[in-house]
DNA sequence: AAAAATACATTGTTATACTATGTATTGTGT
DNA sequence: ACACAATACATAGTATAACAATGTATTTTT
């Protein structure tokens, strides 16, 4: 570990971010949670632990910004498909303003 | 509390937050702690208890990212001045390329 | 045949915001 | 004069969530 503070930094900054990580994949297609780690990689260039990440996709459930369904596969194991609900939509929205806003301040 | 989930949401997105208001303050001026309390909130519009504020000042010291100075006042509580090293002016720089980085995303 | 990748999930640890509380001084309202 | 708010520091206990470690089971690659 080069710079502690800064690795402890963003992995505090992801506690806030992953969230949003999460609606804004899955307002743009549905998602299965091993699928979605490799999405948040590619996109955001940030390594989500499983066991981060499948805690936090049933916390999202619980306040109902998401849905899910099993999908059976041809061969292997079922997916747990995931989709953002009407009220996760209205929350993405409220989040990614707050967001810009608060960089705005940063940077200007 | 009208949304319960977005209120944690801010709370969670602080712990990530917090660390760059305070340095980018401090980056432009010398402050005691009371005085960021208020400085943060008038802009960025966040409320910072003193119980979170004070130990993360004392944890940046740890760290190295600021020095700090007692400074007597003609009446009153002495005043702990605060002021970003070196450390922390190369530190707040990689926060805010950072945090940059991942907005352009979110807005792309 | 072994190892890696896929796909789900839980448990224990750690970091940190937040509430509550404490100490002490100064200013304001009545 | 006296209570209350504001100023200014600080610590203790609680709650939240990332992360490492571990577990189960199937499929693909070497």
Redesign the interface.
Do not use: D, S
């Given at each position: 570990m080069k710079?502690?503070?800064?690795e402890n930094?963003?992995s505090?900054?992801?506690?806030?971010?992953l969230?949003?990580y999460v609606l804004?994949i899955l307002d743009q297609k549905q998602c299965y949670g091993y699928e979605l780690i490799q999405d948040i990689k590619a996109?955001?260039s940030v390594d989500v632990a499983e066991g981060t990440l499948y805690p936090l996709l049933i916390r999202l459930m619980k306040?109902e910004?998401l849905t899910h369904q099993w999908v059976e596969q041809p061969s292997g194991i079922p997916r747990k498909y995931y989709a953002i609900s009407a009220v996760g939509k209205s929350?993405l929205a409220?989040?990614?303003a707050?967001?810009?806003l608060?960089?705005t301040?940063?940077?200007g």
């Open positions: 710079n502690e503070f800064l930094w963003h505090q900054l992801r506690k806030g971010l969230p949003l804004h996109v955001f306040e910004l929350n409220e989040m990614k707050y967001t810009n608060i960089i301040k940063i940077n």
